[in-house]
């Protein structure tokens, strides 16, 4: 029974009890009868007090638990410290922001508190001119709602404007939004993030999975700024990087383009670059292509490129040397395939010619003499069959044949026949110049003792001096010339692949690579460089040598200096030349 219903019984009750006593004991006096009615008033008038000091108590106590209850049981309104919770800013190597919070605000309504819905959407509309009405109005018409998002992350401009608005029920307020002061510049690399400031894509997406993420879940993080993390890359190197490449889409009229610049004893990234990209900071704007990360996150045959890892693991084997010679006077037929040369030299090769003059002929002799088994085995150890090992979440399988026969063996010699990322073939490249380690590649800062103990032997140093001999020729003699750099000796080889379009090798659509190291004589760093599709190569002339080498040079002449390599020149002013 309510404490007002059980008030009116008692009342009830006590008018009865009086009129029977008066019937009753009609000889009572009238003055007996006043002062009884006037005790029982008195009485009445005392519960009532009582009850409503009751029902206020009660109102209390529920306020008192309403204050001290979590917030996100009685709103739906995050607490200010989990909506601005911050994210660590991201740097190059020299301390350059690359990522940093900044504080926002976003729009939010108290439905149940608008008074006028159609108002208060012809006024917002006058500030966002953007602004979905419709879906605005079905938000604040929702009576029953206490809370809805109307826009996050507002200019400082269009929070004044709202405010001098004066509309019941509208609020703000705080975050934080991530910003990008380099825009494009280290797109793939960085990544981003969503608009409750959690990591997507890159590092960002990193950093979160490190535990960022599962703390802000949790409601563990705070306002309070955290620990930069500082990144492998060198934003001037990253620049000149991306420069090249987003010029080489346009010159050359490419459906994309990539590079990547390592430090060949630690395995840093110094600087790499993914065309089409996108803004971090309006990443939206890039979704159709720029998303792609080509160089982790993309795989393609690498053509003439693999000739340098075929070449190495048969020296390795100790089966060939450098002195050794091969039949490339015939095209090779095998299984109803042709292998043909595309700058035939039609007689008998040294191992130098057949990497000089990019023979595919004369690589499949080589390879025929290693064996498909100590082949797979090589590229397994090369890290060309396995996915690739760093930081970054957008890393791709590649694709080898199901089951491996001896026209596979031949084709995959030359870059027919397995995919791998540009990022992973540049690692293996890397690892045929410094000595013969594998160093897997990183994103983040690492010295050579560091590097050192996650490296894996993988060739004989001597194959990697007879590896160098080869790209210090080739950039000399071969089709890496339009690579090399007066003064800083750049050697290395070119890989045109025609690609495959519905099941059939394209002979008019190339992936064109060029993998180098310089300075060739000592190497320091490797860069690897490719054209996706080009339709305007330098001359006219579609292939490696014509996009994907200049594309080296330019990133090399450039760049260098800065990394603190200097050119070599002779006496006379001449380039010197390091012979071995």
């Known amino acids: 029974m309510s404490f007002l219903s059980r008030i009116m019984v008692l009342k009830s009750q006590a008018h009865f009890s009086a009129g029977t006593h008066n019937r009753l004991g009609g000889t009572r006096p009238i003055e007996g009868s006043r002062k009884k009615r006037a005790g029982q008033a008195k009485s009445r008038v005392g519960l009532l007090i009582v009850g409503f000091v009751a029902v206020y108590c009660v109102i209390g106590g529920r306020l008192v638990e309403y204050a001290v209850r979590d917030p996100d049981v009685v709103s739906s309104i995050l607490p200010p410290d989990r909506l601005m919770a911050s994210r660590p800013d991201i740097l190059d190597r020299n301390g ?38 419709k879906g605005t109005y079905k938000k604040l018409a929702n009576r029953t709602s206490h809370f809805a998002w109307l826009r996050r992350q507002l200019t400082p401009k269009q929070q004044s404007q709202i405010l001098a608005l004066g509309i019941p029920g509208i609020g703000f307020r ?76 346009k010159n050359y009229e490419a459906k994309g383009a990539g590079a990547v610049i390592l430090d060949i004893h630690t395995g840093e990234v110094l600087g790499m670059a993914s065309a089409p990209d996108f803004d971090p900071n309006n990443p939206l704007e890039g979704a159709k292509e720029g998303w792609l990360n080509r160089m982790s996150n993309g795989t393609f045959e690498m053509g003439s490129t693999f000739k340098t890892f075929s070449l190495a693991m048969a020296l390795d084997t100790g089966k060939v040397s450098l002195n050794d010679s091969f039949d490339a006077t015939q095209p090779i037929r095998i299984g109803g395939f042709t292998i043909h040369d595309f700058h035939g030299q039609r007689r008998w090769l040294t191992l130098p010619e057949v990497f000089q003059y990019s023979s ?13 088994d100590a ?25 080898q ?6 026209i596979n063996s031949i084709t995959i010699s030359f870059g027919h026949g397995v995919s791998t990322t540009p990022l992973q073939t540049a690692v293996a490249g890397a690892a045929l110049v410094n000595g013969g380690k594998l160093i897997e590649p990183t994103f983040l800062p690492r010295n050579r003792e560091q590097a050192d103990e996650v490296a894996e032997v993988v060739v004989k140093k001597s194959t990697s001096d007879d590896v160098r001999y080869l790209f210090k020729l080739n950039g000399i003699k071969g089709s890496g010339r339009n690579a090399d750099v007066p003064g800083f000796n750049v050697g290395g080889k070119t890989g045109t692949a025609d690609k495959v379009v519905n099941g059939r090798y394209a002979t008019n659509l190339n992936f064109n ?25 330098e001359k006219g002339q579609n292939i490696a040598a014509y996009t994907a080498a200049p594309m080296v040079k330019n990133i090399i002449a450039r760049a260098a200096p800065i990394l603190g390599v200097e050119p070599k020149f002779g006496d006379d002013g001449s380039a010197m030349l390091v012979s071995y």
Request: proline share 7%.
């Open 375 to 399: 082949q797979k085995d090589y590229l397994t150890k090369l890290g060309l069959l396995t996915k690739l090992q760093t930081e970054l979440p957008e890393v791709k399988m590649p694709s």
């Open 96 to 133: 350059e922001v690359l990522a940093t919070d900044i504080r926002t605000v976003s729009l939010f309504a108290e439905p149940n508190k608008v008074v006028d819905p159609d108002e208060a959407v012809e006024k917002l509309a006058t500030v966002m001119p953007d602004l979905d009405m």
């Open 174 to 249: 705080p975050e934080k939004r991530r910003f990008y002061p380099g825009g494009a510049t280290a797109a793939h690399i960085l990544g981003y993030v969503n608009i409750d400031n959690r990591g997507v894509a890159g590092m960002e997406k990193y950093i979160d999975d490190q535990g960022l993420a599962d703390l802000a879940s949790v409601g563990m993080t705070s306002d309070q700024p955290l620990e930069p993390v500082r990144l492998s890359i060198d934003v001037r190197v990253q620049n000149i990087v991306r420069d090249v490449v987003v010029n080489a889409v």
């Open 360 to 372: 595919n002929v004369g690589t499949a002799r080589i390879i025929d003499i290693v064996g498909m």
């Open 513 to 537: 690579a060029f993998l180098a190291a310089f300075p060739i004589e000592d190497p320091k760093y490797v860069v690897l460089t490719f054209c996706d599709e080009p339709h305007n190569g």
């Open 401 to 406: 044949p199901k089951v491996w026969k001896k």
